[in-house]
């Protein structure tokens, strides 16, 4: 019996020291490996909107974990003064190249013109702006109502399709409720060749904005219409149970004219019609 309990004591003073062994190896291994740092980013001090200069007081740098590295982001501050914010910002939250105007660029809507592209401003009103719903980000179609020497009538043809709005009025960034703005200008986003397009209609005659879909690109092929256009109507189809018309009779025919004639003890007459 005390062979038994020696031979388990020994057996359990073994398995003991292996487990001990085991456990500083582990220990030492760990505390040899180096602890990764984070990365610091630049990020947004107080909440930003767009158009806004980038100042230093308007940033700082956070912590940010290096397993997940932020592609676009900025490691100084120098590198983001003086920029401008093109969409909103907030506390904390890391900025990123693709979110700021490019350097140079300016401020306010400048920055948020692409390159190759224009900004250019055509007058509405409340009903010609779709009752308040041209909003920053919408897309429309431009038309214009015009007559010139060949078309003395009235003419209404579409001059751009799929246009998207910059800015409605001073706005460059929609109410974010989705509640209609009634404005007297909106700014469009266009290419040179379709400015000068929108330049010639608002001088020919007067401007109209149909809005459309914002995910419909597609490029109607619409025509002019004119006044004669707009006043032809479908023929007017008999209800059922309608008796038909009678026809009318035919007209009756002239009555001749006679004429006699009386040549001694002669007479005769002639008709003619």
């Known amino acids: 019996m005390a062979r038994r309990l020696m031979l388990a004591l020994?057996?359990?003073?073994?398995?003991?020291?292996?487990f001990t062994f085991w456990l500083s190896r582990r220990v030492a291994h760990a505390s040899r490996t180096p602890v990764q740092a984070p990365n610091e980013y630049v990020a947004a001090a107080r909440s930003l909107d767009p158009g806004e200069v980038i100042r230093h007081e308007d940033v700082s740098m956070i912590e940010w974990p290096k397993s997940h590295p932020l592609d676009g982001s900025f490691v100084k501050i120098d590198d983001v003064v003086g920029r401008a914010v093109l969409y909103p910002l907030s506390a904390g939250q890391p900025i990123l190249d693709r979110q700021l105007a490019a350097p140079g660029s300016g401020i306010g809507l400048t920055g948020r013109i692409p390159s190759g592209m224009r900004a250019i401003a055509l007058r509405s009103d409340e009903v010609v702006g779709v009752a308040g719903f041209l909003m920053p980000g919408t897309h429309v179609d431009v038309l214009v109502t015009y007559k010139d020497d060949a078309h003395p009538e009235p003419l209404t043809a579409t001059v751009l399709q799929d246009a998207e709005v910059l800015a409605a009025g001073h706005q460059v960034q929609p109410d974010p409720?989705?509640?209609?703005?009634s404005v007297d200008v909106v700014t469009l986003l266009l290419s040179p060749e379709e400015a000068e397009k929108a330049v010639l209609a608002s001088e020919k005659g007067t401007i109209h904005f149909v809005l459309r879909n914002g995910g419909d690109h597609t490029q109607a092929g619409a025509t002019p219409v004119d006044l004669a256009?707009?006043?032809?109507?479908?023929?007017?189809k008999a209800e059922p149970g309608t008796p038909a018309p009678k026809p009318k009779p035919?007209?009756?025919?002239?009555?001749?004219?006679?004429?006699?004639?009386?040549?001694?003890?002669?007479?005769?007459?002639?008709?003619?019609?």
């Open 229 to 236: 256009q707009l006043a032809t109507l479908p023929s007017a």
């Open 10 to 18: 020994v057996v359990a003073l073994v398995i003991s020291g292996l």
């Open 177 to 181: 409720s989705g509640k209609p703005v």
């Open 250 to 273: 035919a007209p009756a025919p002239p009555k001749p004219w006679v004429v006699e004639t009386m040549m001694g003890d002669k007479r005769t007459t002639a008709s003619f019609y």
